[in-house]
Nanobody
């Protein structure tokens, strides 16, 4: 079993950047597809990005393409989400997740495919 802890959230002005980290423990993340989701107040949880086990292949939601990048350091058991050009609509709680399985990363754009979740970190973008 893997435990996930997100960090790096906070308050940022529109147009600014933040880097979220997800530190894993209990199991090497190298065996998992890793993903990021977000949930705005009163809304459902949306897929943001995912990354293949070796860190080569990412997948992004359309609304973050060109602004966010996802990366992982399996040696540090950590996944990152670099968020640039933030706007008010990016305000949400951001969750890190880990998925077992052996499908291509494109498959992992649904929360139903993830078995492990962190507690979330709040990102607030002021306009």
């Amino acid at each position: 079993q893997v435990q996930l802890v997100e960090s790096g959230g906070g308050l940022v002005q529109a147009g600014g950047s933040l880097r979220l980290s997800c530190a894993a423990s209990g199991h090497p993340i190298s065996t998992f597809i890793m993903g990021w989701f977000r949930q705005a107040s009163g809304k459902g949880r949306d897929f943001v990005a995912a990354i293949s086990r070796n860190g080569v292949t990412p997948k992004f939601a359309d609304f973050v393409k060109g602004r966010f990048t996802i990366s992982r350091d399996n040696a540090k058991n950590t996944v990152y989400l670099q968020m640039n050009k933030l706007n008010y609509t990016d305000t949400a709680s951001y969750y890190c997740a880990a998925a077992n399985g052996f499908y291509l990363v494109d498959y992992y754009d649904s929360e139903d495919h993830y078995g492990y979740w962190g507690q979330g970190t709040q990102v607030t973008v002021s306009s």
